[in-house]
């Protein structure tokens, strides 16, 4: 990945997430912000623009989640999903660019986080 420039994360959620997800910080070139707060999380994305926000147990919050981060960044989301208690219409319905079941494994993850990044990326260079 030489060359490539830094990708910045921001996982909102709870702290086993932020836990578990931690370690692609590690693994690649990123810059990694973690929050448990909404509140918190929507002055950090109205001052600094991250590539990509990663969002889990948000319960009812996630639908105004997910539209407040559209009205204010142009960061992709990516929903961390149970997938024996997921809603697949609901999940469809919200804006978000990506999902990643929840005991996806490592390096699985990192594919799938740098996949999203990647092609949302690719985008938004073509939509300018």
């Given at each position: 990945?030489?060359?490539?420039?830094?990708?910045?994360?921001?996982?909102?959620?709870?702290?086993?997430?932020?836990?578990?997800?931690?370690?692609?910080?590690?693994?690649?070139?990123?810059?990694?912000?973690?929050?448990?707060?909404?509140?918190?999380?929507?002055?950090?994305?109205?001052?600094?623009?991250?590539?990509?926000?990663?969002?889990?147990?948000?319960?009812?919050?996630?639908?105004?989640?997910?539209?407040?981060?559209?009205?204010?960044?142009?960061?992709?989301?990516?929903?961390?999903?149970?997938?024996?208690?997921?809603?697949?219409?609901?999940?469809?319905?919200?804006?978000?660019d990506g999902f990643i079941l929840q005991h996806t494994g490592r390096n699985e993850l990192s594919a799938r986080l740098m996949a999203i990044h990647r092609r949302t990326r690719s985008?938004?260079?073509?939509?300018?």
């Amino acid at each position: 990945m030489e060359g490539e420039r830094q990708v910045n994360v921001m996982i909102l959620g709870d702290r086993q997430t932020v836990r578990r997800l931690s370690f692609f910080a590690e693994t690649n070139t990123v810059e990694l912000m973690t929050l448990a707060h909404i509140p918190e999380a929507l002055g950090a994305l109205r001052c600094r623009n991250y590539d990509v926000v990663i969002l889990s147990n948000l319960g009812e919050a996630t639908q105004t989640i997910c539209r407040q981060i559209r009205e204010t960044s142009q960061s992709s989301i990516v929903m961390i999903v149970d997938p024996t208690r997921a809603d697949w219409q609901y999940l469809d319905s919200l804006t978000i660019d990506g999902f990643i079941l929840q005991h996806t494994g490592r390096n699985e993850l990192s594919a799938r986080l740098m996949a999203i990044h990647r092609r949302t990326r690719s985008i938004a260079a073509n939509n300018c």
